[in-house]
């Protein structure tokens, strides 16, 4: 039997590290369990490498085989390495089990998947790492500064359920010279009790300040939301505010993906007929890039992306001031489970090892954070295929792509911007903010792991 890149399949691990054998009356002998944790931790690297292998070439046998060595020196509350392994044995495990749906599905019939504690876990997250933090700053200042002067301010925040960042900004908008507009926000979640703590928390702190607010609740799917039903009124600046939730609409289009491989490779065509680049193409012939049909093999839309471009075009259709995106800056959207596990294992390694930098391994809030937020995600990613597998997480320059081709233009993140951000790092070791191409970028130390990035609605006359 062969792996999937053609090198046979071995069944004992223990080749990695010539000094241990098998054959010493135990295939877990104590001194294996002794190493030191950086011998540890290169160990547990191959090792989920060639089990991930052995599951993505369907040997069971030899996978089962694998992931119980890798159960013996992993551990959710060890050192970095062992805390990554255990989380990325659960998720092989899980794709593994994928494979028997009754046997799955009798196994999770009883699990209870709890809003209030999700949200719970992502506060504790933005509590513990100044990720979150930077990312609201920024948003806030942008919109602050693109809203100056307007009287009538209208916010579409597509995931709301953190009134923190809203609080903040009615205070900063409280305090303008000109005196603060009339403000709403129209909030998107899924829950409608959600909804309803934003709505009170946020009610709450504008009748405070006494600023003339409104707060609409719409209770959808991101994917299911009806952009053009949205209530915008004429003669209100519109912003448009999105944190870690866009790249979740990139899994309605893999079905169509897998029907119409070709589709990804239009917009490639189109500008090397013309020997064009983006930027150029679009300055030609705008007109002709946003009038073509979505179906059309020619548009960019339907590059690979339809149901992304089309909400980004609905989007664009608002004519917001302004747009502030955040999301993860690495590609957990590869075709090969190889892929998403190399990109994985090096992402979500930086995020445990920034938490193993600042917070104590015992506190159970951040054991809840690596469980039910990191853990969660990889396993999305590991496990999960089709339309069920939505952390698709992609870097910013497909991102800056996108939203050109939607129409979009870029706004340069203010100066004052960058140092609010960098004044939230303050007392933070390890962690750093690089300015790209007008957006910003939150690294540990030198691995960027999200970024945040502002557009306006631009017209073509």
Not at 44 to 50: E, H, R
Not at 303 to 328: A, D, R, Y
Request: proline letters at 5%; aromatic letters at 8%; one cysteine or more.
């Amino acid at each position: 039997m062969a792996q999937e890149d053609g090198s046979p399949v071995t069944s004992s691990p223990l080749q990695f590290f010539p000094w241990l054998s098998p054959g010493m009356g135990s295939p877990y002998p104590t001194w294996l369990r002794e190493l030191k944790s950086e011998e540890r931790g290169l160990y547990l690297i191959q090792l989920l490498y060639s089990c991930a292998k052995h599951v993505a070439s369907g040997s069971i046998e030899n996978a089962n085989i694998w992931l119980d060595h890798i159960s013996q020196l992993a551990s959710p509350d060890g050192d970095t390495m062992q805390r990554i392994a255990a989380y990325f044995n659960e998720a092989l495990a899980d794709r593994m089990l994928k494979a028997w749906p009754g046997l799955y599905k009798a196994l999770n019939s009883t699990k209870i998947t709890s809003v209030s504690e999700e949200i719970l876990v992502k506060r504790l997250f933005c509590d513990l790492c100044p990720f979150l933090k930077v990312a609201y700053v920024v948003t806030n200042q942008a919109i602050v500064e693109a809203m100056e002067g307007e009287k009538m301010v209208h916010i579409i925040d597509l995931h709301s359920c953190e009134p923190a960042q809203w609080i903040y900004l009615i205070q900063t908008l409280n305090a303008r010279p000109e005196g603060p507009p009339h403000l709403r926000i129209t909030g998107i979640h899924e829950q409608k009790e959600v909804l309803d703590q934003m709505f009170h928390r946020l009610t709450e702190e504008a009748g405070n300040l006494n600023i003339p607010f409104q707060f609409n609740a719409i209770v959808s799917k991101l994917e299911n939301l009806d952009i053009e039903s949205l209530p915008v009124k004429t003669g209100e600046a519109l912003a448009v505010c999105s944190v870690l939730q866009l790249h979740s609409l990139l899994a309605a289009d893999d079905d169509l993906r897998r029907k119409s491989p070709l589709a990804s490779k239009n917009l490639q065509k189109v500008l090397h007929m013309n020997k064009l680049t983006l930027g150029e193409w679009l300055e030609k012939d705008p007109i002709s890039a946003y009038n073509l049909s979505p179906d059309s093999a020619l548009s960019p839309l339907s590059s690979g992306s339809p149901k992304m471009g089309s909400f980004l075009t609905s989007l664009w259709g608002l004519s917001p001031k302004l747009m502030v995106i955040t999301e993860q800056e690495s590609n957990h959207n590869g075709h090969t489970l190889m892929d998403r596990i190399v990109e994985a294992l090096n992402f979500y390694g930086a995020l445990f090892d920034c938490l193993e930098s600042t917070v104590p391994r015992s506190p159970m809030e951040r054991q809840k954070v690596e469980k039910m937020l990191f853990g969660e995600e990889i396993k999305n990613i590991i496990a999960c295929e089709g339309t069920e597998r939505t952390e698709r997480h992609e870097k910013l320059e497909k991102w800056i792509l996108r939203l050109e081709l939607a129409g979009f233009g870029r706004v340069p993140l203010s100066y004052h911007g960058m140092l609010q951000a960098r004044r939230q790092l303050q007392g933070y070791e390890g962690f750093k903010i690089k300015e790209e191409n007008g957006c910003l970028v939150i690294c540990w130390h030198d691995r960027p792991l999200f970024s945040t990035s502002a557009w306006r609605f631009r017209r073509y006359e």
